[in-house]
């Protein structure tokens, strides 16, 4: 229910309300997924290296009723997986390793069972070794402190599941290894190397790597949904996703990273171009992931990302280069779709050229339309329920025109009859139809987009 209406709100952003800001436009779109009585999200938009919009919606601690801000820390997840990797090939160009070293020259360990594995299989997960950790297994205790080689202990003498570099197979395993060998080749801890080689070199003052209880400022709560209700995550140990997922970081401080990469402030340009270069199996299949960047499209635009999750947290960070776009989106609680939000919002940054627009409103098939006695409908007017503390507004303005209101907005969207319950839009393939009782009462609407349907109850 909740993608359809997002997906039904964006349509009447991007076809009725041109004039409207950007600013408006992206409030409309995180508003329809985040309220601010509610766990929440902070969400940055970046132009050509520039934050163009920046702002928090909702609760960083419910029990404490503590706003989110744009400073709010959020765990960010797998996004860690950028950091392990540009630390890897700083320690290439240091000349301290070769990402076509076996690991076993690192990892006593894998002497054997790594004897074809090298770092580069490590970075784009084409390794072979298992997705298995404590924090993916059932039943894990999400307080205990491990430690790098204990971490690597848990899943050593597990099976190859394929032979290096003929499939592509996410591994958390893997990246964990990529953090030990960074421990190893450099001689610091991880998050040491982390903070003083990336962290202070570029000033994200506000990024820690590992434990939560080091007095973060600005920290906030996970949450999980519960009986429809939300209710706080595990307090997890961090040094169980090490190097695969235990960065701390806000909005503001992933786009110093975003610039610091593009920049060549931490890597040559040759080495952020092989981390951005999507994988070539044995095969010679190509493969859209690299060393921590994930490859996708929006409509013809390019797609570089990365998404996280964490109990109790979810995010996501892409740049469409073709744009010069960069989005990051962070949220603390893993019981809604963040990366559906930020691909709303990088839609609004797409080009769409006026001959295509021009076109999908031409496309559309003619209908005709009836008149309705003013009297019925009134009987459609009120707001209705999409979901808890999100609804929509039909009403009827002075010249008898049913129309209707989606939440956020301020244009309001004509709606035709086709018969005396059933409506239509005439700039998108988008219905209405009116629900009564057996006492004549609307009691509900049915919305129909594309042959995706939802109810709304009247209020």
């Known amino acids: 229910m909740n993608n359809f209406f997002t997906t039904l709100t964006f349509l009447f952003i991007t076809y009725f309300s041109v004039s409207q800001s950007y600013e408006s436009k992206i409030d409309s779109i995180v508003a329809i ?3 601010q009585n509610e766990p929440g999200i902070s969400i940055l938009v970046a132009k050509e290296g520039a934050s163009i919009y920046s702002k928090s919606f909702g609760k960083a601690n419910l029990e404490l009723n503590t706003p989110l801000q744009k400073s ?23 000349g301290k390793l ?3 070293d076996n690991i076993g020259k690192y990892i006593p360990e894998y002497v054997e069972i790594g004897k074809d594995i090298t770092i580069h299989n490590l970075l784009n997960h084409t390794s072979g070794i298992k997705n298995r950790t404590p924090v993916g297994d059932k039943g894990f205790i999400s307080k205990t402190n491990m430690s790098p080689t204990e971490l690597i202990a848990y899943f050593k003498d597990e099976p190859l599941e394929f032979k290096p570099g003929e499939r592509f197979k996410y591994s958390n395993a893997g990246y964990i290894i990529l953090g030990r060998i960074i421990e190893i080749v450099s001689g610091q801890p991880y998050s040491d190397f982390i903070e ?6 570029i000033g994200m003052k506000n990024s820690s790597c590992g434990d939560t209880k080091q007095g973060i400022p600005n920290p906030t709560t996970g949450y999980i949904i519960e009986q429809n209700d939300f209710v706080k995550s595990d307090d997890m140990n961090l040094s169980l996703a090490y190097s695969a997922g235990a960065i701390l970081s806000t909005t503001e401080d992933l786009l110093k ?4 990469l593009l920049s060549n402030t931490l890597l040559k340009a040759s080495s952020i171009k092989q981390a951005m270069t999507p994988t070539s199996l044995n095969s010679g299949k190509r493969v859209p992931y690299g060393y921590g960047f994930r490859f996708s499209k929006l409509g013809n635009s390019p797609v570089i990302a990365h998404t996280g999750s964490t109990k109790g947290f979810t995010s996501i960070a892409l740049f469409l280069p073709k744009e010069k776009l960069y989005i990051t989106a962070l949220t603390n609680c893993n019981c809604k779709n963040v990366n559906n939000v930020a691909k709303q919002v990088a839609e609004l940054f797409v080009s769409i050229p006026d001959d295509k627009i021009t ?16 009297e019925l409908l ?3 007017t009120g707001t209705y329920e999409v979901k808890p503390n999100v609804n929509l507004t039909i009403g009827l303005d002075n010249t008898n025109q049913l129309y209707l209101l989606a939440p956020g907005q301020t244009k309001k969207v004509e709606l035709f009859a086709e018969t005396q319950n059933h409506f239509f839009v005439k700039i998108v393939d988008a219905e209405i139809t009116f629900n009564k009782n057996e006492a004549n009462n609307v009691i509900s609407l049915t919305m129909n987009q594309s042959g995706r349907k939802i109810i709304a109850k009247k209020n």
Do not use: C
């Open 359 to 374: 076109e999908a409103k031409h496309n559309q098939p003619e209908r005709k339309s009836i008149n309705v006695p003013s």
């Open 98 to 100: 070769n990402i076509e």
């Open 72 to 94: 709010s820390v959020f765990q960010i997840g797998s996004i860690t997986k950028q950091f392990t990797a540009v630390s890897i090939l700083m320690l290439a160009e240091q």
């Open 378 to 380: 009134s009987d459609y």
């Open 33 to 35: 997924s985040y309220n």
């Open 196 to 201: 003083q080689h990336i962290f202070d070199k």
């Open 257 to 260: 990273w975003q610039n610091a």
